[in-house]
């Protein structure tokens, strides 16, 4: 009789942090996530990307979903069947939608062009009663061809 031994499913890790919503808390979100990856043993490009990609939404989050007294939400998920990190920045504002670029005569925007450029998929999901979770996906397998970041 052939006994077949059970395999695991690699885990999905999961990390969720509320951090404040001040500059010095959009730092420590960074420095959470490469912590988190380097612990995980996360491939360095992607470690590299998404400590971009949080610094950027850390930002965002801070400088234009802040509400006086409240919190962002950094979250993580590293599934690695699926060969994808999923990062996630949760604020109090949802009547506030991020827009790729910024109108005209007005400093910033840049800063979701580099999310999209870095992220193989990036979006905006409600946050019920009224925030909102600005999200991005990275593969964590090798790109076959260089992404080109904007005005690089």
């Known amino acids: 009789m052939d006994r ?4 695991l499913l690699p ?6 942090q509320q951090i404040s919503a001040t500059r010095r808390g959009a730092r420590l979100a960074r420095l959470l996530t490469l912590t988190e990856l380097h612990f995980w043993g996360a491939p360095p490009d992607v470690t590299e990307r998404a400590e971009q990609v949080v610094a ?3 930002a965002n989050a801070v400088l234009h979903g802040g509400v006086p007294g409240r919190d962002f939400r950094l979250g993580l998920a590293l599934d690695e069947r699926a060969g994808t990190l999923r990062v996630e920045v949760t604020d109090a504002r949802g009547d506030r939608r991020p827009a790729v670029t910024s109108p005209a005569g007005t400093d910033g925007g840049r800063g979701l062009s580099l999310v999209a450029a870095l992220a193989d998929g990036w979006g905006v999901t409600p946050y019920p009663p009224v925030g909102k979770t600005v999200w991005a996906l990275l593969a964590t397998e090798p790109r076959a061809t260089p992404r080109r970041v904007p005005g690089i």
Do not use: G, I, K, Y
């Not at 885990?11 to 969720?16: A, E, K, Y």
């Open 4 to 7: 077949q031994t059970p395999q």
């Open 11 to 16: 885990p999905v890790r999961m990390f969720s």
């Open 56 to 58: 950027e939404l850390a």
